[in-house]
């Protein structure tokens, strides 16, 4: 069992930067790949970004080049770090974990309660 808490939401500008964290929970963190998904209001959720047990990476088109997922697997922790931000990543950021991987068309077997991000233009 995976237990994911996301944190680090908030207002900013257009053109500004934003951390998000997620902190899980557990022994087998560094085993579990990790991504961050969004769903912005009347919109399906949709894949941003995940990272592999070892370290690779994979963005959806639009946010490649300005965001940056990383993770600490001492401290059982994933960063989606977001620069050059626009209005449209306006969303709630959830944070996934899956065995198996992550990406634009694959589910998270666990997933955090989510952290509102909002750009104003």
């Known amino acids: 069992q995976v237990q994911l808490v996301e944190s680090g939401g908030g207002l900013v500008q257009a053109g500004g930067s934003l951390r998000v964290s997620c902190a899980a929970s557990?022994?087998?963190?560094?085993?579990?790949?990790m991504g961050w998904f969004r769903q912005a209001p009347g919109k399906e959720r949709e894949f941003v970004a995940a990272i592999s047990w070892s370290g690779s990476t994979n963005y959806a088109d639009s946010v490649k080049g300005r965001f940056t997922i990383s993770r600490n697997n001492a401290k059982n922790t994933v960063y989606l770090q977001m620069n050059s931000l626009k209005p449209e990543d306006t969303a709630v950021y959830y944070c996934a974990a899956d065995l198996h991987g992550l990406g634009p068309a694959s589910d998270g077997d666990y997933w955090g309660q989510g952290t509102q991000v909002t750009v104003s233009s």
């Open positions: 557990g022994r087998t963190f560094r085993r579990y790949a």
